[in-house]
């Protein structure tokens, strides 16, 4: 029971529910029901990595005489440079197709721009300390080409990117991003920096949606800044209004970005965000997710063992952008929580050893989302080939084309379905 009055139950039952103001008093009972709605997923396809940790992916429809086909791109995490492009036009059979190696021992991360011609993957690690960006010509993924690299200032190292409207915004060095313009990109340019003034401060990741880039920030939390949002139009009408952080946008730019609020996190642990438009109640929501390593052991790591990480993904309520609220918590007690997804109202969360999850986020979001019996489904990437055998270690998930795809640090990329009839839609 909130202080305002509003009741979520956890588990089924009776329950009543009892109220009293001035003298009076009035009480009802509520009967609560099992959500059911578990369902199960199978393996459509697997692209083994059996030699190196793999790390992020990004999956999307090929253009010009490859359009009609459907590719992916995975990166290495600790190993010699690699990113690794798969054709997955036929998701059963997930097919290597072309590696581009860089100096570099991780390729943390690999964005994909939206018109499909262009990559970007980040460098950790080089031998040069030019840890920078990369930045790939993919309109023909079976002959990747690179076209240009960025290391002005990126020398601490780009760990997370996002690819938007021609721009690449790059976390450079734990404590910034940068925001480069890739319109030509043989000539990438720096067009403008954003970074707190908080000291000590950090930054792992950053998320664009609709002219609003979302950065992790661990222990300062998200920042919601405004690097163009929507322009005013009828069309982004119904966005703009449905979005408040939108309605306040409108000073800031690529070239200029301006901080429109944030949120705090006080345990340190805000690794992800991700926000979303909630299809069945209109509420506008930011995930930000944890990553925690409270039993963290460098050694057992270094030797190939697997390491036991926790956290959950936090729900802020932005009705009121000055003052976003923590209204739920989706956290797996045995598991540690990395990249997500939302697509409608399925939250599609990357959990490390947990495998990948599936929740059902429709609905008032309210308390503990996974005692609730909101988690659809679950799936864990094994296989006695991989790089730690049949060890689960999601990292990243994306729904595509019905089908959702994941990368696992310990055996690769994978494509999964639901296998029954009362599926969520992912398409």
């Known amino acids: 029971m909130t202080g305002t009055g509003k009741f979520v139950a956890e588990t089924a039952g009776i329950y009543t529910v009892r109220a009293a103001s001035g003298g009076y008093s009035a009480s009802k009972s509520i009967r609560v029901v099992p959500r059911n709605v578990t369902a199960d997923l199978e393996l459509v396809g697997h692209g083994l990595v059996p030699s190196v940790n793999t790390s ?7 253009v010009g005489e490859h359009e009609g086909k459907d590719f992916a791109v995975t990166g ?16 059963s059979n997930i097919t290597p197709i072309d590696t581009i190696t860089v100096d570099a021992r991780t390729v943390n991360d690999v964005k994909v721009s939206e018109d499909g011609k262009t ?48 721009h690449v915004f790059a976390v ?39 002219g609003i880039a979302y950065s992790s920030n661990w222990t300062d939390g998200i920042h919601m800044v405004d690097v163009g949002g929507l322009p005013f139009s009828e069309k982004n009408l119904p966005m703009i209004q449905a979005n408040p952080l939108l309605e306040a946008a409108g000073k800031g730019d690529f070239s200029n970005p301006v901080a429109i609020t944030h949120k705090d996190d006080q345990t340190g642990r805000n690794h992800a965000a991700f926000p979303f438009l909630s299809e069945s109640t ?41 003052n976003p609220e923590e209204v739920a918590l989706y956290q797996v007690p045995e598991a540690g929580s990395h990249n ?11 959990y490390y050893q947990g495998g990948l999850r599936v929740v059902d986020i429709s609905g008032e979001l309210l308390g503990d989302l996974y005692k609730q019996g909101r988690e659809i489904a679950f799936f864990h990437g094994r296989s006695p080939e991989g790089y730690i055998p ?3 270690n999601a990292w990243g998930p994306q729904p595509y084309k019905g089908l959702i795809y994941f990368s696992d640090m310990n055996s690769g990329l994978y494509a999964v379905r639901f296998s029954t009839d009362e599926k969520k839609e992912t398409d």
Not at 56 to 62: A, F, I, K, S
Not at 190 to 202: A, F, M
Not at 288 to 314: I, Q, V
């Open 56 to 62: 992020d992916l990004w999956v999307w429809p090929g």
């Open 76 to 91: 290495t995490w600790g190993a010699n440079g690699d990113a690794y492009f798969w054709d997955v036009t036929d998701p």
């Open 119 to 166: 990559c970007v993957i980040t460098r950790e690690g080089a031998s040069n300390r030019k840890n920078g960006i990369v930045i790939l010509d993919v309109s023909d993924p079976f002959n990747v080409e690179i076209l240009s690299e960025y290391n002005d200032d990126l020398t601490g190292g780009v760990h997370n990117v996002f690819v938007y409207q021609n």
């Open 172 to 210: 450079n060095n734990g404590r910034k991003f940068d925001i480069i313009n890739i319109e030509n990109p043989r000539e990438p340019e720096r067009v403008s920096i954003y970074e707190l003034k908080t000291p000590g401060h950090s930054i792992h990741d950053v998320w664009v949606v609709d």
């Open 282 to 322: 209109g509420k506008f929501y930011v995930i930000g997710g944890d990553e925690w390593f409270p039993f963290r052991d460098s050694n057992a790591e270094a030797m190939g063992r697997l390491s036991n990480p926790r956290g959950g993904y936090h729900f802020l309520d932005m009705d009121d952008i000055h």
């Open 340 to 350: 997500m997804w939302v697509q409608g109202d399925t939250l599609y969360a990357a």
């Open 390 to 392: 049949n060890a689960p």
